[in-house]
């Protein structure tokens, strides 16, 4: 099993540094990761930057898929949920999962696009869009009460990325309507290019 002692990909960013042409690279690879698991049927369900691993050689990885939702839904008991529901991809849940009434949201290729977006976004920002609310209610508050609608293009992201990240961001748009996986991977290849 490798090791990936470069860690996260913010944190290999904030200690070594990367161009932006390099974490287009990583984002290319992190999202056709994504739209194989969805050709698989497979949710990830806990897309965030601490679950993208710089690896030894470089190469970025994404991990831990859907094992923090498999977990939340079978293993926790429901009097102790509420004490780990809100995990450290806080700021890369939508307000409807934030806001869901039900305990267990059930996660779906749309809120992996959504978390994909936001993630995005944190990689070209270089820190997490609500980072200064640490995990506290104000950061659930912050989120759920749609704070990505508040979020601005970030230096070095196209404006074509941009728009298409910021549509989803909004969650104004019905999920069938939004940018798709595709079309996000599309653009970070032709920026690759």
Partial sequence: MQEYRNGNILEYIDRVGASYLQ?????????TA?????????????VHVNNILISDDGGARLADAAIYTTIIRHFVPSDILWKIRFPDS??????????AEESRPTPTLYRDIFALAVTIWTVY????PFQMYDQTP?????????GHRNLGAVEGMSDGLW?????VMKQETAPENAPSLGDII????????
């Avoid at 104000?138 to 749609?146: A, R």
């Fill in 163 to 167: 728009r298409l990240l910021s549509i």
């Fill in 125 to 128: 920002k270089g820190k997490e």
């Fill in 90 to 99: 806080l700021s890369c849940k939508s307000a409807e999962e934030i806001l």
């Fill in 138 to 146: 104000q950061t659930v508050q912050q989120v759920g009460s749609y």
């Fill in 23 to 31: 974490r287009t690279r990583w984002l290319l690879h992190v999202a």
């Fill in 186 to 193: 599309s653009e970070l290849r032709e920026l690759v290019n």
């Fill in 34 to 46: 994504l739209q194989y698991l969805h050709g698989a049927d497979i949710i990830h369900g806990n």
